[in-house]
């Protein structure tokens, strides 16, 4: 019969083991369910903080002297429990604040990292 098709005239997606994306964002989705700190505190977020500049700093250091990060905790009701910039001075230094926000505002939107965003 002209015009119709069967099933397997329909194109052929690669299923979702074979997408290598799908699986980074499974990955992903995986570190989240496995990183959870037991309880979060002003305290915690700030020692975190620091441990983080401390850790990139030494990365910085031994791959290349100008490397910067903006490592920002927050609430999710947006109060900053720490921020800074470490590594050296980032190219845009003047927008980091507008990137911060919007990274933190897709984490706010759909409740994941934006490491994907």
């Keep these: 019969m002209a015009g119709s098709t069967s099933a397997n005239d329909q194109p052929k997606h690669p299923r979702v083991s ?25 305290a915690v977020a700030f020692d975190l903080g620091l441990a983080l500049r401390a850790r990139h700093i030494s990365w910085s250091v031994s791959d ?8 920002c905790i927050a609430t999710f009701s947006g109060a900053i429990l720490f921020q800074c910039v470490a590594g050296g001075d980032p190219p845009d230094a003047a ?18 990292s934006s490491k994907l965003g």
Aim: net charge neutral.
């Design 18 to 42: 074979e997408n290598p994306y799908l699986e980074k964002l499974a990955g992903y989705l995986q570190e989240e369910r496995e990183y959870r700190f037991p309880y979060f505190t002003s």
């Design 64 to 71: 290349s002297p100008q490397n910067p990060v903006v490592i």
């Design 95 to 112: 927008d980091l604040n507008i990137w911060a926000t919007a990274k933190a505002n897709i984490v706010r939107r759909f409740g994941h």
